[in-house]
């Protein structure tokens, strides 16, 4: 996602990430991705408790860690350079994506079905072309 966030905001939408872990990963996790400077510098908010992922009924437990679609996932990954490092926050919360309108309106939402499991890009980039999200 980090590739097409100049592109999401030159379409007014800001980003921000919610983990689930506490304010030290979360400054980690920034320094990690590179979420610092610019033009990828986000927000990062934390949620320990977990109320925004229920809110959002993005899926948690362990058929969302222990998948065929998580191995898939990490093979793609480990191809791609990337290494599993310490798991941050609570292990078994999957994630996923919200678009909200001004006003607070999901027009968006993917969630992830295990670990690993990530809207594409084009995917995004066609969900901010949305009527709703562009009145």
Do not use: C
């Not at 678009?99 to 992830?112: E, F, P, T």
């Amino acid at each position: 996602m980090r590739a097409i966030i100049p592109a999401i905001r030159a379409q007014g939408v800001e980003v921000v990430f919610v983990g689930s872990g506490n304010a030290w990963q979360a400054a980690h996790f920034r320094q990690e991705l590179g979420l610092e400077t610019p033009p990828l510098d986000a927000p990062i908010l934390v949620d320990p408790e977990l109320t925004a992922f229920r809110a959002a009924e993005f899926r948690r437990g362990v058929t969302g860690v222990f998948s065929f679609g998580t191995l898939k996932s990490a093979v793609r990954a480990f191809r791609g350079g990337h290494r599993q490092r310490k798991v941050q926050g609570d292990a078994w919360q999957n994630g996923g994506l919200l678009l909200i309108a001004q006003g607070g309106m999901v027009v968006w939402r993917y969630a992830s079905a295990s670990a690993g499991d990530h809207p594409t890009n084009d995917a995004i980039l066609a969900a901010l072309g949305s009527p709703k999200l562009n009145p």
